[in-house]
């Protein structure tokens, strides 16, 4: 690890201490969070442990924000939209579906970390209930079968749908699901290809009954 | 009309026209699903493989080890020295000999070192591989509060503040997939995939979920312990790993146990 590595490190945690930790809820509770994560590196430190203030105030309210904070994630998730360069929001839907089925990679620690380069997926299916021949589908989000059949799959629908994956708190603050695109899980063409096999009329989430 | 109610209608044209076959599929496979569990847990009745880590708990309980050779049967669980049966069911709690909130794991770890003069370290060592000291240890502790109803005490400021604690770290969300233990685990009858998922805001799911730790899990052949569920948890939720017997893991105990209080422990169960 270079020296400058090691600082950048050092000015993470600092960063953490003061600022976003700050942010956070009580200090009784941060200060637990520290001790129990004390083996963390800064960079996990910086991406997977500090909260940024969607996080921040989600945790704080327990998910239900009152109003005011309510409008203020919105406002401030709506500033994190981003269309993909290429301005293609319609991919593959055969590459979505895949995706959708994915819920390995990014697990890190030394009991059963996964290993590097392990493909990253969306995991739809462990909250959707997607293409009706998929069973195994989880609730924790409502279901998505007919998702393009019933709302089309107009300009605006594909760029609300991409947005929605993007950042799901632009459009309901404190929301269960991940923000893909925005925490970067999920890249821009990866994005395009769910969005297809949400709306492609030939993707098995629309196939017939 | 907005997102969310175009969202709700189609939800609700989904149910009514076109999804009734693909409930109807999703359903016959729970259902095969659940009873296979079910007959599974049937056949283990008599013989639920976590017995073989009891048995095994109990001999490492009573065998003088260590470098002072002595036995774990001094070993003050919460109810005075060597008392073992009901001591699981009020885990975790106040000891004023360490001056912290410990959980089974972390107290039995205690004992090892003051007792048989183990260092942390060797205490711990492969914790979390199949069949070790500690499973089989928590196992044994565990299964002497058979039938007895999970009452942790938090009337000690220490405690107190734990249980607080806990009940923030359950909410607390971070990480790349904006996860806390909240996301999977606040709505009544929720599933990942097929596996259904306890709703810790519920009493009654709650009491459901915590009478049945620690349990032997058919997908990895070994008895998990609370600690070892919520450190595996914790990586799910794609964070690092949090210090085995740290604060943090000990005060979700406190607040899980707490929202579980007055179920009758079954330990140890048995899960997919």
């Not at chain 1, 924000?65 to 994190?80: D, G, H, M, W, Y």
């Not at chain 1, 309901?172 to 769910?194: Q, V, Y």
Request: some cysteine.
């Amino acid at each position: 690890m270079s020296v400058r590595r090691r600082l950048f490190g050092l000015v993470a945690v600092a960063m953490l201490a003061s600022s976003s930790m700050a942010g956070a809820s009580d200090s009784v509770t941060d200060a637990i969070v520290r001790e129990a994560f004390a083996t963390a590196t800064p960079e996990e430190w910086r991406d997977r442990l500090a909260q940024d203030d969607a996080q921040a105030l989600c945790s704080r309210h327990r998910n239900l924000p009152p109003p005011e904070v309510a409008a203020q994630i919105l406002e401030s998730q709506r500033a994190t939209l981003r269309l993909p360069d290429d301005g293609r929001l319609m991919g593959d839907w055969r590459a979505g579906e895949k995706l959708a089925s994915i819920g390995t990679g990014g697990h890190i620690g030394r009991i059963q970390p996964d290993p590097p380069g392990r493909a990253k997926g969306g995991n739809c299916y462990a909250c959707h209930v997607m293409a009706p021949g998929e069973v195994a589908a989880g609730n924790i989000g409502p279901s998505l079968t007919g998702y393009g059949r019933l709302r089309g799959n107009t300009p605006e629908m594909q760029r609300y749908t991409y947005e929605k994956i993007h950042n799901a708190q632009a459009f309901f603050p404190c929301s269960h699901m991940p923000r893909f695109g925005h925490n970067g899980w999920l890249t821009p063409k990866e994005i395009a290809d769910l969005v297809a096999f949400l709306l492609d009329p030939a993707s098995s989430v629309n196939a017939g009954r | 009309m907005t997102w969310r109610m175009r969202g709700l209608a189609a939800v609700a044209v989904l149910a009514a026209a076109s999804a009734v076959s693909i409930v109807a599929a999703a359903t016959d496979a729970e259902d095969h699903a659940a009873d296979e569990i079910r007959k599974y847990r049937q056949m283990l009745e008599d013989g639920n493989p976590a017995e073989l880590m009891e048995m095994k708990g109990e001999a490492l309980w009573r065998e003088a080890r260590g470098p002072t050779g002595a036995s774990l049967e001094a070993c003050d669980l919460g109810l005075g020295p060597g008392v073992v049966a009901g001591a699981y069911a009020q885990l975790p709690r106040f000891f004023a000999d360490t001056g912290r909130v410990q959980d089974t794991e972390s107290r039995l770890i205690s004992c090892m070192v003051a007792l048989q003069g183990f260092t942390p370290v060797e205490a711990t060592r492969d914790w979390y591989r199949p069949g070790s000291d500690l499973e089989a240890l928590v196992t044994y502790v565990a299964t002497q509060s058979k039938g007895m109803p999970i009452r942790v005490p938090v009337s000690h400021p220490e405690e107190a503040r734990l249980l607080a604690a806990g009940g923030e770290l359950f909410f607390r969300r971070s990480g790349p997939l904006d996860f806390s233990c909240a996301t999977c685990h606040s709505q009544d009858q929720r599933r990942i995939r097929l596996q259904d998922l306890p709703n810790f805001l519920n009493p009654a799911d709650a009491r459901a979920s915590m009478v049945t730790w620690p349990a032997y899990r058919v997908s990895q052949s070994a008895v998990w312990t609370m600690e070892r569920r919520l450190i595996d948890c914790v990586r799910q939720m794609r964070w690092p790993e949090p210090a085995f017997g740290s604060e943090a893991i000990v005060a979700l105990q406190v607040w899980l146990q707490h929202q579980g209080e007055g179920g009758e422990l079954q330990s140890p169960g048995i899960k997919r």
